[in-house]
Each structure stands twice: as C-alpha cells, then as structure tokens.
C-alpha cells in the first residue's frame, strides 16, 4: 500500500487568492475545494480543511494524494479567498485600545494575565539603598530541531488508531487525540520513532498528527505528513518573545530587598502552552536568589505570528537574562564583585521560597565558588583589555513539573467535566515494567519516556540496571510504542531523570525483591541479607563487609550480622541468572513494576502557586570570556566555564553532552538568532540559512563541571540538567560582551550593528571591568 | 520542494553544450555545481525547461600556470568546472594566488565547497558572491568560447546587474586568467559575516596594491562585494592611493571612496547605515593585508 503524502495550502504556498495572500490577519471568507475534489478523481487526492488564518502560514487545507507532487498541484487547484485584516504585531499594539481581537474570548488581546504579590514591596523599595530600574526584550527564537515534525497514521481494522510521530510527549499525543476525536484512549496507538531533537517544539499535539489521522480514516490507507523547514517556522512553538521591565532594590551591602517584575509575552495567535510560560516567566526568579519582596505581573499577549510555546527552560530564560544583567550592573554601581553580590543573596538548600516552593538540596554557592576557581575571574575580572570581556551568569530549573497539565484521572476526556485541581497527582507520572527473559539473560524494560536525542534510554537502562544488580548491557529498554509500554509524561520540563528513573528503579528493585527468597535459599541465608550487584546474588557481610552494600541500589541495607548462621558448605555467590531461572521455573513470567507519583501538597494556595513546583531544583552558574572587534562589533565567544548541581549525575557524559549543548545554543540566542517579520507579519528567514544559529565554527570552548550534590528526593540523588544548563548562559554573554565593551546591549539578539550603535551613542552605563577609559573610539 | 520537471542534458564537451544552447535558446540553463541553480529552481525562483550540465566536460576542469607569450606575461588559467575546493587546495594556488584562498577558506560549507564551481560562482553574478571581488581586484579576466569564436572579457567589466552578466546568447565561460602576480603586488580580501561557519557575507572588501622602489602606491584596485547590485570596482581607490605611502591616512582615503561607490541595502542580516560602515572598515583592512603581502613579496 502506498503511503500518500500531504502538502498544506498556506497564505505563503502556491494558492493565489486575488493578490490579497501573505497578510497576517484574515479571515477565510470562502474557501473552495470543490475543483481539487473533482481533481480527485483522477489525481486520487483528498482534502481537509477548516476556516480561520491568524497568521502567515497558518494552515487551512491540507490534501492527501498518490504522492507530493501531485498533492501539490492539486493545492494549486484550491481557490482561497481571504478577508484581510489589519495584523497586529506586538503585544503593545495587540493590547491597545480599540485593537481588533484576534479571538474574541480575549479582551484586549489578553490571553493571560498573571498577577503575583509577596511581601510589602513599596516599603521595601523605600527602605532600599539603591533601586535600580531596566527595561529589557528578548527575541523571538525557534528550536530549529533537525528532524522537522513528521507523521505517519493509518487505521487497523478494528478501528485503533495508529500512529507514528517525531514527538516529546506520546502520551499527551494520545490523550489530545482521544479527546479531539472522542475515542478512548485504548483505542489510539502512539509510536515515537527515534527523534531528531524537540527542545520543546514538539511538546505537545501538532497539526500533522490530527491531519494524518482525519486523511488516513478518508482514504483508507496510510497517510504520511512532513513539515518543510518553513513549515516549521510557520508552525512555531518557539520561544516567547518578551518584553520586560525589571526593578530591583537592594541594600548597601548588595542584598536583595524587593524585586518587581513586568512582563509582556508575545504569544502569537494561539495559547500553546503560553499560559503555563507566562506563570514560569515570574514564579522561576526567586528560586535562585532570596528575595524577600516579589512582585510579578505578566501579560500574554495575542498578536498575528506564529504561536510561541515551549522551548528549553521554558518562559526562564530571557526574564533571567534580564535578572542577571541587572544584578550585575547593581553590581558594579555598588562596587561589589558580581559572583559576590550572587552569594550574598544565594539559596539556601531546604528553604522555602517567596511563592512557596519547596527548594531541598542546593548547592548553588559551591558552583560559584567553582566557576570562580577555574575561570581564574579575580585574576581577570576588571583587568582585561578592551575588546576583551569576562561575565557571569546563573540560573536553575525544576526538575520535573509538580502537576501534571491535565487534571483528573486518564479517561476518555469527555466522559465528565474537567475535576477541580488538587494538590496532587492522581495517577503517577512516570511507570514502568521489567520483564526478564526466561533464561535470566535479559532485561526487557518497558516505559514510555520519550528518547529525543537526550539520551533519557540510556540513563533509565543504567537505573534499571543498578537496581536490578545486572550490567547495563543486559538490559533493553522498550520506550516508543504505547502498546508496549506504560504511561509516561514524556520529555519537558526536565522531569524524566527524576520521575522516569525512579519509576524504572522502583521496577528494577520490584524484581529483585521477587528474585531475593530464590535466591537466599541457594546462599543459605535470610532474604533480606541478600544482595544482587554485578549478575550475582550475594550475602552482604562475606564480600566486602557492610561497604560492599552499593549505597545506591539501597536493596539489601538493612542487612543483619546472621551470616554467621550460614551453613558451611553453601556457595558464597549464585549466578543472577540462575536466581531467575529458578523464580520462573516455580511462578512463570519474572515482571516487576514501578511507579512514581510527585510528592504531595507543593506549593502555595494563590492563583497559579503551581507552576514552578517541583520535586527538586537544579542549580548552576557560568562564566564566559569574549572577544569584541570594536570596529565591526563582532563578537567570539571564546570561553565558557560552567558548574552545574544536578545532584548525583546518573550519567556524568550525558550532563557534560547536555551543558555544551545549552551553551553553543543558547549563546548563539543571545548573540545571533532571531525569527524577523516584516509588517505584514510575513517571516523574513523562515530557513537556516537567514535564521544564524551557531555553528561548530563559531562554538566557544567549553569546560563543564559538576558540583558535589545528592537529592534525596531524586532517583540515586539525581536532579535536572537538560533545561537549567541554558540559563546561565545568556546573562553570562550578555554581561562579558558589557564588560569588552563598556556598552550593556538590553534587547536580544546582541548584534554587531548594536553593539556598534552603542558605542556610538557613547552613553555606556559604567561597566566596572572594562578597561574602557579610551573609550573615544570611532 | 522539488525540481520542476526540466529535461536534463548531460554534455561531452563543450561544442556539444554550445549545440543545445543554440537550439533551446532562452529556455535552457547551464548546469555546473548546481548550488545556486537547483536550489532557485526548486524555490521557484527561477525556471527553466533544459538543463545543460557541464559536469562530464572534463575539459573544463584544472588549474595550469600559462608561461608568458609575446601577449601577456602569464598567467593563471582555471578552468570553469573547477570546485571551489579544489582551487583552495591547490598549490599553485596556494604558493602564487594566495589572495585568492581568502575568498576560497571561508565560503559556505565544505559541502557547498566540493561542489560549487568557479564559473558557477562568477556567472551567477550573486552581489553577494565571494570570488568575484578578490578576481577582479587580480586583474582576472573570463574566457567566453562560443561556436562563432571565442572572446575574453575582463571581470571589472563582466557583471551588469543582479545575476546579469555579459554573457551572450550561445556562449560558455569556460576559464578564468588571472595575471601573474609580480613581486611589490599583494591582494588581500576581507569579508564580515554574522558567523564563522556557512555564512553569505554582509559585506566584504577585496583590495590590491602595487608597490614602487620608494615604497609608495604605483597601482591600486579595490573592488566591493555584497553592498551594491554587482560586485562593485571602486573607481576612485586609485586616485585615493597612488602615489601615497601605505598606511591609516592612504587607507582612509580609500575607504571613503569604497563607502561612496557602496549602494547597500538593508536586510535580515544588517541595515545599509550598517553595511556602509563595515566597508570602510573591511577596505582599511584589506588593504592593510594587501600592502604587507605586498611588502614581504619584496623581501
């Protein structure tokens, strides 16, 4: 059977609609598909189609044929006839009065507004030192994955859905299905092949998946659907862009007294997951620093682009861009070193924050300290030449969001109206099974983590594998396919380390604990003195003494002094194999289970306290030298030092693979990147080759390090590292590039036209470490 | 994306290329790397029904040093199927035609540089091109083989307009000469783009200069690439520099005769006010690269 493919009809595609395509804002006034229908006769093509354009590239039609070309020019046999309206392309504009609404539920284009108040800020500013106000905008950035979405749906005979997607998130596919479609859940196959990269882009239900599935049911056969590369800048999902004005005050000795935070997002023209952004963009900036005294008010905004959703560090980055910077010109004003004003005003492990949230390990001072050391910054700090920068940089993440994004139980949405939200979660995040092969040679373990190019499969097989007691490469890992494995969120919010791991060990101990009485009687010894490690089961005290105990495995810890009762000839270790044999012999199939729940009752009670909960927080800090041409203001990004607490590491290469990777990525966001529209809301470089992100050519060298750590409520004491590596890096450029130049660059991207724009203006706010005193250039 | 459906003709040599430009007239294309061409056809932003590849002419293909004739003083001949690749790895070039390898090192992506041609390259006549400049600035000239005879044409004369050149219905770029470099000559082109690795320039200077016995400037060129519709020869870099000694006040000089002849516009990758600026400084900086190549050429 021939997989057929599809193409979009879209205002930039090859569909003329009487000179009036490529605006932002229409409505489709009428839209005939009648002559690619009558085509479909011959060119055996189908349509699908809806009514509505709030952006350039917002799909109406998609049509499934024989093949790509012929889908194609069956496109061109669509007649689109759009009713243009004025587009609105900035939260300012898009909340003015008077301004059209993009969707009418949302006054003023508003399509969250979140209001957060802690403590007494007027007092608090009035008793400030100095209090220090900035205006600052991001960028709008994409994730740029290199495999574009894709999918692939075709229908069973007995009415499953099946379908193949370059997804984040299976499950949430499956449920926005289920709930699209009105069918059960049981009833939809969700197949996650291996992913080319998500970074947040897809995190949630795409276009392709609900399209593929609509033409396969038509047609009857497969369907096969692919973005271009400017589809996928049409699709979007990209970082929000935002627009920040940050007050901060502080007292003499440079600790923080009251901070207020005002944030418009430039949303797009859908929500994706901006209301869950707009809450992270505020309830993220005390977890680093203490600040007694919090306001936050964010505004996400409706406009006539592509919608912004969730990318890695989700809604954190640019307000802690923002942060960072401001810190560290208070810094320089107060002539306080700025790694010093950071611990100064550090967290402190096991605090509670300002919005209520539970911090329990945290040993951000001592990645300071690190940073500090191996940069060698108080050799370097103020003592460069021009054109030479040193900055400093912080930031932390959650580790996995407290509350799953739906509430209730997993059902056929429609079942019965949505459940108040509670405190807790009532079906666990992350499950898992083991299933060991009936010679005890393998370990089959099942759970549907997504595996994006993270490298999540080969740190929950290393986790299972150390809670069974077995090598890892005895033990397979069956993550994509939702018939195989059981439930799990997927990749975001940095969660799988944390939840997924300890599902996948709970799994892993869940069998050993089966296996454990087998495999006492063979040593001749109680089951509970019994430890599995390395394919062996043996008695705790006869290896090693009580050290032997893999403190990580846990099984076994509790072990008594009765060896001593062992019968002589009973052997000192038995093959772990065998131990599995033995079990199935007697009881069939060797299973075991395991499941994790977050903690219950985190956060606060106010509006939205939820967001920013999490099971544990990750902690790190940067430091980045560069080089600045002050004729062309080019930038080199030249040296980047960063230490990281994610906990214990599971996979140290892993974190090391993740930091290098945020920091060649995010700094390419904080110096080159930017999606640019004209006013017409038309993207300017919907490709690779006008949106710059850093090349290997341009990537700095990095040294990434670790900070002694353990988690307790991590699996083996780890936390996240995926989404916190990012953070620190953008106000690490951002402050090296002020300190090269003696100019601060507050709007995203730092270019070499505003770096050069700058200098000229010739008004720098001081910066303290740069030698700028011969600033009369040019 | 795809290729429109075009007929494809693969040729032998290039009498068999100038045959089928002559009977498909304005409906037919060259075909050489391919990385402007495919690419536009596949964007739609160009169309045409043949394609005429020259990949099997093998004749169009290498680089060979000409000795000097009664005609000339010698010169360099590349053939116009050469990869940019090739011509940087080549140690004619490399020893003789340094200059030339600034334009060559840095140019898109070793992918693109295995398989995008010099003549691709010049009879594309992008404004944004990266050979163009630093060859003009050499003194280089084309070979235009036609079946009614063959012409060569000189690169400051060669581009019209965007992606327009002199080349005449029938015709074939087949080679390019660029002139020996004697000694006292240096070259040097520089080039300013948004990153370090497979990025089209923003603006970029090439810039020549002769040097006399007394060490001042006998012969001047300095030509402008990706600030004007066409590669751009700075007319007045000349009177700006000849019979000056090298150094910030000549290079000054020059440098605002390169931001005068510039006609920038502004784009994704920087405003004109912007691209205007980077050519003084790119034109100071070429030429202060050209007169030390010209300096230790006499040492």
Redesign the interface.
């Known amino acids: 059977m021939p997989l057929l493919c599809q193409q979009w009809e879209t205002t930039v595609g090859p569909v003329t609609a009487r000179g009036r395509k490529n605006t932002a804002h229409r409505a489709v006034a009428h839209l005939d598909t009648t002559t690619a229908h009558r085509a479909a006769a011959h060119l055996d093509t189908t349509t699908a189609h809806r009514a509505a354009a709030p952006h350039v590239g917002d799909p109406v039609a998609a049509v499934a044929a024989i093949d790509?070309?012929t889908a194609?020019a069956a496109l061109k046999l669509i007649e689109v006839e759009y009713e243009e309206l004025p587009p609105l392309l900035d939260p300012f504009e898009a909340t003015a009065e008077g301004a059209p609404l993009i969707h009418d539920q949302y006054p003023r284009n508003i399509n969250t507004h979140v209001e957060q108040c802690f403590g007494d800020l007027d007092k608090a500013f009035a008793e400030s030192h100095l209090v220090r106000e900035e205006t600052f905008t991001g960028n709008h950035i994409y994730q740029c994955p290199l495999e574009p979405h894709a999918a692939i749906s075709y229908w069973e005979h007995d009415g499953t859905l099946v379908l193949y997607t370059s997804t984040q998130v299976p499950h949430y596919v499956q449920y926005m299905v289920a709930h699209v479609f009105h069918m059960p859940l049981g009833k939809i196959r969700v197949i996650r092949p291996a992913v080319g990269g998500g970074f947040g882009g897809k995190a949630a239900t795409c276009p392709l998946d609900l399209c593929a599935a609509i033409l396969a049911r038509k047609t009857g056969r497969p369907v096969k659907m692919v973005y271009?590369r400017e589809e996928m800048f049409h699709y979007g999902r990209g970082r929000h862009k935002q627009h920040m004005r940050f007050k901060l005050g502080v007292d003499r000795d440079g600790r923080i007294k009251a901070f207020k935070s005002e944030i418009y997002l430039d949303g797009g023209a859908y929500s994706s997951f901006g209301v869950a952004t707009a809450y992270y963009a505020g309830s993220m900036i005390p977890t680093l620093y203490n600040i007694p005294n919090y306001r936050y008010d964010g505004y996400r905004v409706m406009t006539n682009k592509p919608a912004a959703g969730a990318m890695r560090g989700h809604g954190v980055p640019q307000p802690r861009f923002a942060f960072e910077c401001l810190l560290t010109m208070i810094a320089d004003e107060l002539g306080i070193d700025p790694i010093e004003i950071r611990r100064r005003n550090s967290m402190r492990p096991n605090t509670r924050t300002v919005n209520d949230l539970d911090v329990g390990s945290c040993e951000f001072d001592a990645t300071l300290e690190a940073v500090a050391k191996k940069s060698g910054w108080a050799e370097k700090y103020g003592k460069l030449p021009r054109g030479k920068g040193i900055g400093v940089g912080a930031g932390g993440f959650v580790s996995g969001a407290g509350y799953c994004i739906y509430r209730g139980q997993v059902q056929l949405s429609h079942e019965k109206p949505r459940e108040h939200f509670q405190k807790r979660s009532i079906f666990p995040h992350a499950n898992a099974v083991v299933r060991i092969s009936e010679d005890g040679m393998a370990a089959i373990l099942m759970i549907g983590a997504a595996e994006i190019g993270q490298g999540s499969d080969t740190i929950l097989v290393q986790c299972c594998a150390e809670a069974l007691g077995i090598p890892v490469s005895r033990v397979r890992i069956h993550s994509q396919d939702s018939d195989i494995s059981p439930l799990d969120l997927g990749a975001y919010s940095s969660r799988v380390t944390l939840m997924a791991g300890h599902a996948v060990s709970r799994a892993g101990w869940d069998v050993a604990d089966k296996m454990k009485p087998y495999a006492a009687k063979m040593l001749g010894c109680d089951a509970s003195q019994v430890v599995a490690r390395d394919a062996k089961f043996f008695v705790a005290k006869t290896e090693s003494g009580a050290t032997a105990v893999s403190a990580v495995v846990g099984a076994g810890a509790h072990c008594s002094q009765s060896s001593g009762t062992r019968p002589n000839h009973a052997p000192s270790t038995v093959a772990w194999e065998e131990v599995a044999r033995q079990y199935f012999n007697d009881n069939g199939p060797l299973v075991g289970t395991g499941c994790y729940k977050p903690p219950e009752g985190l956060g606060g009670d106010f509006k939205g306290a939820t967001v920013g909960t999490s099971p544990a927080y990750s902690f790190g800090s940067a430091v980045c030298e560069v080089s600045v041409d002050l004729?062309?203001g080019?930038v080199r990004v030249e040296r980047f030092t960063d230490f990281h607490d994610c906990g214990t590491p599971i996979n140290p290469r892993a974190v090391h693979g993740q930091v290098e990777g945020a920091i060649v990525m995010s700094a390419g966001e904080t110096i080159?990147e930017d999606v640019?529209f004209d006013e017409k809301g038309r993207i300017?470089?919907p490709n690779l080759?006008?949106y710059?992100m850093?090349?290997?050519?341009?990537a700095p060298q990095i040294f990434s390090g670790l900070v002694e750590s353990y988690e307790p409520r991590g699996p083996f004491g780890a936390k996240e590292i995926g989404e916190g590596s990012t953070l620190p890096v953008l106000g690490a450029v951002a402050h090296a590039i002020a300190n090269a130049t003696g100019v601060w660059i507050k709007d995203l991207p730092i270019?070499?036209?505003k770096i050069?724009n700058a200098l000229r203006e010739k008004s720098p706010t001081p910066v303290r470490g740069a030698a700028y005193a011969a600033s009369s250039s040019r | 994306?795809?290729i429109p459906n075009v007929e494809l003709h693969e040729c032998e040599s290039v009498e068999q290329a100038g045959a089928l430009l002559t009977r498909y007239g304005s409906s037919a294309r060259l075909l050489a790397g391919g990385t402007d061409l495919l690419v536009d056809l596949k964007t739609a932003r160009t169309a045409t029904a043949h394609l005429v590849s020259l990949k099997r002419v093998a004749a169009l293909r290498g680089i060979k040093l000409e000795t000097a004739s009664q005609s000339n003083n010698g010169y360099l001949r590349i053939g116009a199927l050469t990869t940019v690749a090739e011509i940087d790895a080549n140690p004619l070039v490399r020893t003789q035609y340094a200059p030339l390898c600034d334009a060559t090192r840095d140019m898109a992506t070793v992918q693109v540089r295995n398989l995008a041609t010099i003549g691709g390259n010049l009879a594309s006549a992008v404004p944004c091109a990266d050979l163009p400049p630093i060859l003009i600035v050499l003194g280089a000239s084309v070979e235009l083989w036609s079946a009614g005879g063959s012409r060569t044409v000189g690169l400051d004369r060669f581009f019209l307009g965007p992606r327009k050149t002199d080349i005449r219905p029938g015709e074939v770029l087949i080679a390019i000469r660029i002139p020996t470099i004697p000694p006292g000559f240096g070259a040097a082109y520089s080039r300013?783009a948004?990153?370090?690795?497979?990025?089209?320039a923003v603006a970029s200077v090439a810039a020549s200069l002769a040097l006399g016995n007394g060490g001042s400037i006998t012969q001047a060129r300095v030509a402008l690439g990706a600030v004007a519709p066409t590669p751009a020869v700075v007319d007045r870099a000349a009177g700006a520099l000849i019979g000056k000694t090298p150094g910030e006040d000549a290079f000054h000089a020059a440098a605002l005769a390169a931001q005068t002849t510039s006609a920038p516009i502004s784009?994704?990758?920087?405003?004109a006010e912007?691209r205007r600026?980077?050519v003084a400084?790119l034109t100071r900086r070429a030429l202060g690269a050209a007169a030390q190549r010209a300096t230790e050429s006499l040492t």
Not at chain 1, 694 to 698: E, G, H, N, P
Request: glycine residues 8%; proline residues 2%; aromatic residues 8%.
């Open positions: 790509e070309r194609e271009s004729e062309t080019k080159m640019q300017l470089n080759h006008g710059a850093m090349s290997i050519k341009d270019t070499p036209e050069l | 994306m795809y300013f948004l990153r370090n690795g497979n990025a089209i784009d994704v990758r920087g405003s912007y600026e980077l400084v």
